[in-house]
């Protein structure tokens, strides 16, 4: 089977995650192939010590968010690739990548892979959850604006 490099870019332009009130400012760009493999949401969640709490749900253009300095947050990305690509769900997973950057004038994520936590076949598509932690090279810092953007590709 011929694989064909298929990369989606949703930037998360200016996803502005800072530390004090939430606020409505951020562009988010969702462009569908000619397939219909198309990033669904984007969902920004933080622990507080005892529960996860979700701060935000991004399913269409705009909005920002606002979350907690040195609190552990996790970004959870659901993706679709259409079913006729693909034949099963392990080939779903398989050929499926989704990679987000977490700058703040520096580096903090360099195309870092989520993790895929799920999928299924629902109709014509394959929907996939993707997951990565912010924790391990650090946690939010109060008074930082981060920009965050991530990179889908669909490999068929």
Same mark, same amino acid.
């Given at each position: 089977?011929?694989?064909? !490099?298929?990369?989606?870019?949703? /930037?998360? =332009?200016? %996803?502005?995650? @800072? ?6 400012? #951020?562009?988010?760009v ?14 920004v ?29 996790? !970004?959870t990305?659901?993706?679709? /690739?259409? =079913?006729? %690509?693909?034949? @099963? ?6 050929? #499926? ?60």
């Open positions: 089977m011929k694989r064909k !490099f298929l990369g989606l870019t949703l /930037i998360l =332009s200016l %996803l502005l995650i @800072s530390f004090l009130l939430m606020q409505d400012d #951020t562009l988010i969702y462009a569908a192939d000619s397939y219909g493999n198309d990033i669904n949401f984007v969902e969640w933080q622990y507080n010590g005892t529960a996860w709490n979700l701060l935000a749900n991004f399913t269409v253009t705009g909005g920002s968010v606002r979350v907690h300095d040195s609190w552990v947050t996790n !970004f990305v659901g993706i679709q /690739i259409n =079913s006729t %690509l693909v034949s @099963s769900t392990a080939e779903a997973i398989s050929y #499926t990548r989704v990679y987000m950057n977490i700058t703040d004038g520096g580096t903090i994520w360099n195309n870092v892979e989520l993790n895929n936590t799920s999928c299924s076949l629902i109709g014509s598509y394959y929907y996939l959850t993707e997951q990565g932690c912010w924790n391990e090279t650090g946690k939010p810092s109060a008074g930082v604006t981060y920009a965050c953007s991530i990179l889908y590709q669909a490999y068929y």
